[in-house]
């Protein structure tokens, strides 16, 4: 059999590996210089005003929802097409995440959606980029606007990202970053959140240690002090130096790494058009995505045991692939503690059935993407189907 080639990899080198000695060396582990300065290049890049750096994006969720102002017994509105973070942050505040359907295309929350569950106790609302393709932002705007909702965006998935032209980052109130190791640039473990509004910046960031006062960052630190006031109850969300030594090389990379993943994203869509029974990722006009995913679609009736069966011969011949997401309406305790039946959100509930996510990272090589396209023809268009002359047409062209 060839070798394995896992779901994913991350792109870690040299520079991350010194960086990170550097770091050790340095004497300074927590807090410090290099997430100030991963934060201040963050930004830049992004094009926002504030980043603060955390050690997850479930935290910056978190904490952004605190700064809008969430209380008990709110509302908010969550596709339910994601990972299980972005509901659960809400049930922090005892307020209560409202579930919504998906576009059947990008598989995104709209404006309609978003709309149709808004009541008199919804306070804010949290799209979900999946897959790094960016949510319709101004219809969502226009909606949340009108109704006074703050509008946290969960970008795990989604730098760099663009829509209509504007960086993922800058458009809604609080925008929260993944760093976690499959996400598109890692830390490790971490996240960051970027904002215009200086007042929620300073609360993510007093909040993210234990509610300080803000001089207490620095206080082990040359000009530091050791006096610091409680100002609130906080958490402990800060990211460690040792993390953004990971992140600044990342960060530096992350243009290349999306260019990378646009490349081998365009040769999956060469390679995979025309399967029977296989659907390919639909991409708006308005967006250019940043291809965290590769989430194709699998008709039940392709083969005996639908996608289940595909996930079970790709693994046979030592191809790793994953299901994003689970609906959250399908797991215990949202059908539990929300009461939401599977034909309640029937666009999420049908496409769960089918989809299934390729192999897509920088690391792989062209011939590891061609080698998915065969296996994945192989199994859904067995060969007394297709002409030998095709199947020589369709090598050439991908290769
Ligand atoms: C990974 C992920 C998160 C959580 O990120 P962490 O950094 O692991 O906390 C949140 N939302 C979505 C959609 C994700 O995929």
Not at 47 to 59: D, Y
Request: hydrophobic share 40%.
């Amino acid at each position: 059999m060839n070798e394995a080639l896992p779901f994913h990899l991350a792109s870690i080198g040299e520079d991350e590996i010194e960086s990170v000695v550097e770091t050790l060396r340095s004497g300074w582990l927590t807090t410090g210089a290099r997430v100030r300065q991963f934060e201040e290049r963050f930004a830049e890049r992004v094009g926002a005003e504030f980043g603060v750096a955390l050690n997850s994006c479930t935290a910056a969720l978190h904490l952004a929802l605190e700064a809008v102002g969430l209380e008990e017994g709110d509302e908010v509105i969550v596709p339910t097409m994601t990972f299980a973070a972005t509901a659960e942050v809400v049930t922090y505040f005892k307020a209560r995440p409202v579930l919504v359907d998906v576009r059947p295309d990008t598989l995104n929350l709209d404006a309609e959606g978003v709309e149709a569950a808004i009541t008199g106790r919804t306070r804010a609302v949290i799209p979900v980029h999946f897959a790094g393709h960016p949510c319709e932002m101004d219809p969502i705007l226009e909606v949340a606007r009108r109704h006074g909702l703050a509008v946290v965006e969960d970008a795990a998935h989604a730098f760099p990202a663009r829509y209509r032209g504007r960086e993922i980052g800058t458009i809604g109130d609080i925008t929260c970053f993944s760093f976690y190791p499959t996400k598109p640039i890692t830390t490790g473990e971490g996240g960051m959140a970027t904002t215009q509004n200086r007042a929620w910046s300073d609360r993510i960031r007093s909040m993210s240690l234990h509610g300080l006062s803000r001089d207490a960052w620095n206080r082990y630190g040359a000009r530091g002090s050791w006096r610091y006031d409680i100002a609130e109850a906080g958490y402990k969300y800060n990211m460690t130096d040792v993390a953004a030594a990971i992140g600044l090389p990342q960060l530096d990379k992350a243009d290349a790494l999306w260019a990378r993943r646009k490349d081998l994203a365009a040769r999956y869509r060469a390679g995979l058009q025309g399967i029977p029974g296989l659907e390919l990722p639909v991409v708006a006009e308005d967006v250019d995505p940043a291809w965290h995913l590769f989430v194709v679609r699998v008709d039940p009736q392709a083969l005996p045991g639908g996608r289940d069966e595909l996930v079970e011969r790709l693994a046979a011949d030592g191809i790793g692939t994953s299901v994003h997401f689970i609906p959250l309406h399908l797991h215990e305790y949202y059908r539990k503690t929300l009461g939401v039946r599977p034909e309640d959100l029937p666009h999420a509930t049908e496409a769960f059935e089918r989809i299934l996510s390729l192999p897509l990272y920088p690391a792989m090589r062209d011939h590891d993407i061609d080698r998915v396209v065969d296996v994945v023809r192989k199994h859904l268009q067995p060969q007394s189907m297709q002409p030998a002359a095709d199947v020589a047409a369709t090598r050439s062209a991908t290769r």
